[in-house]
């Protein structure tokens, strides 16, 4: 792998330095909410708990997106839904690891079909090698004492690290739900040319994955198809590989279909613009049932709460607090 070194609190094109070196979740990982706390333990800070629950929420992805702008892939992953309504900034835990991986295919063989109407709808397509599904490119983020983030990665050529755009920090969160109006997430946004990122077939396969050190290293969170790895009969996705979901779990792997021939649209990939709750609830989907349909669902709001930045991070900034 090859690791990146980019200084946070600006928009930045990344300068390379050669190194040896997986939903819309919003609180469904097991092993993290494995973690409860009572009242009293929360509000010590030398309780073993209270360190427990701060990495839980510092771990925990809320969503991912992925779309184009003119040529160029952007990729978002966001976690923490936790925030304080008092934060002006964001420091990233130095024990956390984050990860954005793309199964791009390979040998001319296509990574998902799209002649099942029922797939289509409900995974974004087909996959045609559920039981190989690898990371063939790979972006693992970390970030050091200075809040300085460091970038490894895998696939990628050395020319195109160097047209490589990072964000990270503070923004406004973009999951269209009444009880995220207002609030913010940490935000990883990456931006890159699609050139670079599709050498083999135009249709990729998208994933993320947090990891944490302070809980023994494990896989801790996933995300993939928005909507679902949140669900409790999807507990376990969390734990496992694409390629384990399949082998394991006996079920389609949680990854984001996305076919770069067509715009972004849930559940092709993912814009910042689509609501998915009214997007899976207008399909029938089981995802649906999960959401108060007096506030949300077809009922809910149906845009973001703040406009989307027309350019890079593209993010509506952080709602800043209240005087």
Same mark, same amino acid.
């Given at each position: 792998?090859?690791?990146?070194?980019?200084?946070?609190?600006?928009?930045?094109?990344?300068?390379?330095?050669?190194?040896?070196?997986?939903?819309?979740?919003?609180?469904?990982?097991?092993?993290? *909410?494995?973690?409860?706390?009572?009242?009293?333990?929360? @509000?010590?800070?030398n309780?073993?708990c209270?360190?427990?629950?701060?990495?839980?929420?510092?771990?925990?992805?809320?969503?991912?997106?992925?779309?184009?702008?003119? +040529?160029?892939?952007?990729?978002?992953?966001?976690?923490?839904?936790?925030?304080?309504?008092?934060?002006?900034?964001?420091?990233?835990?130095? +024990?956390?690891?984050?990860?954005?991986?793309?199964?791009?295919?390979?040998?001319?063989?296509?990574?998902?079909?799209?002649?099942?109407?029922?797939?289509?709808?409900?995974?974004?397509?087909?996959?045609?090698?559920?039981?190989?599904?690898?990371?063939?490119?790979?972006?693992?983020?970390?970030f050091?004492?200075?809040?300085?983030?460091?970038?490894?990665?895998?696939?990628?050529?050395?020319?195109?690290?160097?047209r490589?755009?990072?964000?990270?920090?503070?923004? +406004?969160?973009?999951?269209?739900r009444?009880?995220?109006?207002?609030? *913010?997430?940490?935000?990883?946004?990456?931006?890159?040319?699609?050139?670079?990122?599709?050498?083999?077939d135009d249709?990729?396969?998208?994933?993320?994955?947090?990891?944490?050190?302070?809980?023994?290293?494990?896989?801790?969170?996933?995300?993939?198809?928005?909507?679902?790895?949140?669900?409790?009969?999807?507990?376990?996705?969390n734990?496992?590989?694409? @390629?384990?979901?399949?082998?394991?779990?006996?079920? @389609?792997? +949680?990854?984001?279909?996305?076919?770069?021939?067509?715009?972004?649209?849930?559940?092709?990939?993912?814009?910042? @613009?689509?609501?998915?709750?009214?997007?899976?609830?207008?399909?029938?989907?089981?995802?649906?049932?999960?959401?108060?349909?007096?506030?949300?669902?077809?009922?809910?709001?149906?845009? *973001?709460?703040?406009?989307?930045?027309?350019?890079?991070?593209?993010?509506?900034?952080?709602?800043?607090?209240?005087?």
């Amino acid at each position: 792998m090859r690791t990146l070194r980019l200084t946070l609190g600006a928009l930045c094109a990344t300068a390379l330095f050669s190194t040896v070196s997986v939903a819309s979740d919003h609180g469904d990982t097991p092993l993290l *909410n494995s973690f409860a706390c009572t009242a009293t333990q929360l @509000t010590n800070p030398n309780d073993p708990c209270h360190a427990r629950n701060a990495k839980a929420n510092q771990s925990e992805i809320t969503d991912l997106f992925a779309f184009k702008r003119e +040529d160029k892939l952007v990729l978002i992953l966001n976690t923490n839904q936790d925030i304080s309504a008092s934060a002006t900034s964001y420091t990233f835990p130095t +024990d956390v690891n984050y990860s954005i991986m793309i199964d791009t295919g390979i040998c001319g063989e296509a990574t998902a079909t799209f002649d099942n109407v029922e797939n289509n709808n409900k995974y974004g397509g087909t996959l045609v090698r559920p039981h190989h599904i690898a990371a063939r490119k790979q972006f693992k983020i970390t970030f050091d004492a200075n809040n300085e983030m460091i970038i490894k990665t895998k696939g990628i050529s050395r020319a195109a690290k160097s047209r490589l755009k990072t964000f990270a920090g503070l923004a +406004d969160d973009p999951f269209i739900r009444a009880g995220r109006q207002g609030k *913010n997430v940490a935000a990883i946004v990456l931006e890159i040319p699609l050139t670079d990122i599709v050498t083999n077939d135009d249709t990729l396969l998208i994933w993320g994955s947090t990891s944490s050190t302070l809980i023994n290293g494990n896989f801790v969170d996933h995300v993939g198809r928005s909507l679902r790895s949140m669900f409790a009969e999807n507990d376990l996705m969390n734990t496992k590989t694409p @390629t384990d979901h399949f082998r394991k779990l006996h079920v @389609t792997p +949680d990854v984001m279909i996305y076919n770069t021939l067509e715009a972004a649209s849930y559940p092709n990939g993912r814009e910042l @613009t689509d609501d998915v709750i009214n997007l899976a609830c207008l399909a029938g989907g089981n995802e649906c049932r999960v959401f108060n349909q007096a506030t949300e669902g077809l009922n809910g709001p149906s845009v *973001n709460d703040v406009p989307f930045r027309v350019e890079f991070p593209y993010l509506a900034p952080a709602h800043l607090p209240a005087n």
